[in-house]
């Protein structure tokens, strides 16, 4: 007999851990508190329920990253995408579903499988001393009395509550002729030179125009259960710090102290937009300080105004939302595990992805590691050329931690943390199309290439 895994929290991420579980003859008990208990976003008790759009986004795997993802996961036998193209519904180049039918189908899947135990019950406190392996996929809504259990092993800095997140631009995108690499006072930091930060600077009458478009801005509204929350002077949308005063901004995030020019050596810009390395490969870079809750076409127009991005391409956009997740790359090993408490395995949207279709793929590699675990196997992980492989080094490791201040912030799959390719692609005779979009096909193949060569190695006996 082998014994079971637990799996707390039966959302995307933990539906598929449970399912990947049973398909590889493990037992799993999924604990799920709903309907007994709600969270402020679930309207069901239905496992894998979406609280928002019924849209899993592009599906096209040839230049789109999440329909990559798709085509990963229906190739690694995912219920998920399963249960998601048996009730898709016409949207385009879209993966959209029947909500109900989506989840009902994932219930009765998981409800009816010999291996799997669904029990409708909250884990209120850190789970039994006598469950040796657990896979905790509670999400961004996680019950308090769990997250609190959870900040008690990792340290309350480590666990945060809102997403703050700031736009990331492909490094490719910036204008180097108009900017430039500097630290400010040319300080080099723990993990870096003195050249770590591409500026962008702005003049008066830039700045004054900047200001005038963010606070002219349309701007998403907080929900009700959002807006009750205490986190809000700790990190001020810059939009709302425009609003408190003109120079705000000026002597806050865009303040021009400690860099110069070299491209206008003795003028001083009167601001200066700051951005931060943020993947390891050194592909995508965020603005620093830019948290911002204007609606995404309006932070793509004025963000563009800044000069050096006037051709940005951002791989994220800027936003504020509750969310409750790890400092991932710091807590957790290359297999999702906690490292200081390696009973507990940590998948979906709570290990710092963000989006459905990512929280359902970490909750398949979660559920394959602990099944191999369990089963005495040894997995390695996916390539980080593949679309699972590069989300799980996004959430392990793959992210720069070198600041003081936790700067680690959930991300939906993007083609910006895949390595590069050892060459530019050609295109083909007589295709039609960009070097950008020969670039993502070549990505892609390069990946599903990878990806069947790492399902088909499977398992190795650990004892090997
Ligand atoms: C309001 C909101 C809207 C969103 N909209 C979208 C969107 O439109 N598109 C998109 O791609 N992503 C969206 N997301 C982001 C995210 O992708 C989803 O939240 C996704 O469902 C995350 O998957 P998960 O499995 O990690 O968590 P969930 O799907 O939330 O699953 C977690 C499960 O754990 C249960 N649970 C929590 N605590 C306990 C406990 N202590 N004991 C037992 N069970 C527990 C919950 O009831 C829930 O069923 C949204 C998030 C929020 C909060």
Redesign the pocket.
Do not use: F, W
């Given at each position: 007999m082998v014994k079971e895994v637990h799996v707390?929290?039966?959302?995307?991420?933990?539906s598929e851990a449970a399912w990947q579980l049973a398909m590889a003859g493990v037992p799993a008990v999924l604990?799920?508190?709903?309907p007994l208990r709600k969270?402020e976003?679930?309207q069901t008790g239905a496992l894998?329920?979406?609280?928002?759009?019924n849209?899993f986004?592009s599906d096209d795997w040839t230049s789109n990253a999440v329909g990559l993802l798709h085509e990963e996961m229906r190739r690694a036998g995912s219920l998920v995408l399963d249960a998601g193209d048996q009730h898709k519904l016409p949207a385009g180049g879209a993966l959209a579903v029947d909500r109900d039918g989506f989840a009902g189908e994932v219930t009765r899947r998981l409800e009816g499988h010999p291996l799997v135990h669904v029990a409708r019950?909250?884990?209120?406190g850190l789970p039994p001393a006598d469950w040796d392996s657990v896979i905790v996929?509670?999400?961004?809504?996680?019950?308090p009395?769990?997250a609190k259990a959870i900040q008690s092993l990792t340290g309350e800095a480590e666990l945060a509550f809102f997403d703050a997140i700031a736009p990331i631009v492909h490094r490719e995108t910036i204008d180097m002729s108009v900017c430039w690499l500097q630290s400010r006072y040319d300080k080099a930091g723990p993990g870096g030179g003195s050249a770590d930060y591409i500026n962008c600077p702005l003049d008066q009458a830039q700045y004054d125009a900047f200001i005038d478009a963010l606070i002219a801005g349309e701007k998403t509204a907080f929900?009700e259960w959002e807006a009750s929350t205490p986190y809000f002077e700790g990190c001020l949308p810059i939009e709302v710090m425009a609003e408190r005063g003109r120079e705000t901004l000026a002597h806050g995030p865009m303040k021009p102290v400690g860099l110069s020019n070299p491209h206008r050596p003795g003028v001083r810009p009167h601001a200066i937009v700051q951005l931060r390395q943020d993947n390891a490969l050194g592909t995508l870079w965020n603005m620093v300080g830019f948290q911002t809750k204007l609606k995404h076409a309006e932070q793509v127009r004025i963000f563009r105004t800044i000069p050096g991005l006037e051709q940005a391409e951002f791989a994220r956009l800027g936003g504020l939302?509750?969310?409750t997740f790890l400092n991932s790359p710091v807590l957790l090993d290359a297999s999702l595990r906690l490292k200081a408490h390696q009973r507990l395995r940590f998948?979906?949207?709570?290990t710092g992805v963000?989006?459905?279709?990512?929280?359902?793929g970490i909750?398949l590699l979660a559920g394959r590691f602990a099944a191999a675990e369990r089963l005495g196997e040894s997995l390695s992980p996916p390539p980080p050329t593949t679309a699972l492989g590069a989300l799980l080094a996004h959430i392990t490791g793959g992210h720069l931690s070198n600041e003081a201040v936790r700067s680690f912030q959930p991300m939906n799959v993007n083609f910006g943390l895949f390595p590069p390719l050892a060459a530019q692609p050609k295109r083909a005779k007589g295709e039609r199309g960009s070097r950008t979009l020969a670039r993502k096909h070549a990505l892609a193949s390069r990946a599903l290439a990878d990806l069947d060569r790492w399902l088909k190695r499977g398992t190795s006996i650990a004892a090997e």
């Open positions: 707390i929290g039966g959302g995307l991420a933990g604990h799920e508190m709903r969270t976003a679930h894998a329920e979406l609280v928002c759009s849209s986004r019950e909250e884990i209120d996929a509670t999400g961004p809504l996680t019950s009395s769990l929900k939302h509750r969310n998948a979906g949207q709570i963000e989006g459905y279709v990512e929280s359902a909750g």
